[in-house]
């Protein structure tokens, strides 16, 4: 992602109505978990890892862009400047690795997944989401700079193969599927890239944000959705399955 997207993300983070549903399921996902030090990988400009911090977590943001790491630390947030396939911090480091929409930008992702394994501790949490299904590849991705978008089996094999035990891996913005479908539908060409993330009529922000939580609220999280997103931990005598 260039700089100039990594800027228009982050004005846009506060307000937009996919950011503050990230934000919302990251809350529900971690509500009940005994806090303790955690590590955000591809953290933006830091909207997931300041969720971590008011849950009472000692979270630090992992950040390779120059651009995100300083609009993450102009918001007071701790960060560290690095590549995610070669961690700055030593072994069994933190109890909870999380990565949301990061993976799809690094050529290789079972790296990441080893380096995650690494800073854990036995019995640690890992959060992953990312972009799901190559029929929604579009220009979108392209100009975000992804280089995939994921199947289960093919991010279950990732994490497993790096030594993980899988917890759940279920499907995210599933109600909003057919209409990113119809949307993304023309084939993509870099010279005609562009991000679907932009400024939305408020009212219509306020409608989509609606829909994801009513989706939080039914069970249709294996059927196919825009995004997948996985739990996981490293096996130890303090796993949980919680």
Known sequence: MDEEEIRKSAVLEQRHWWYASRRAMLRRLMHGVTPGRAL????????????????????????????????????????????????????ESFDLVISTDAWEHIDDDAAVAAEAFRVLRPGGRLLVAVPSGMDLWSGHDVALGHLRRYERETLSAVVAGAGFEIHSLRSWNVLLRPVALVRRSRPARAESATS?????????????KAVLAVEARLGV??????????RAFKPGAATRRD
């Open 40 to 91: 955000d990988v591809g953290a933006g400009s830091g909207g997931n890892t300041a969720v971590l911090r008011d849950l009472g977590w000692d979270a630090i943001g992992l950040e390779y862009s120059p651009a995100a790491a300083s609009l993450s630390a102009s918001r007071a947030l701790k960060v560290v400047r690095g590549d995610a396939r070669a961690l700055p911090f030593p072994d």
């Open 196 to 208: 679907e993330m932009d400024e939305v009529n408020p009212v219509v922000n306020l409608g989509l």
């Open 221 to 230: 999280h294996g059927h196919r959705g825009i995004s997948l997103v996985l």
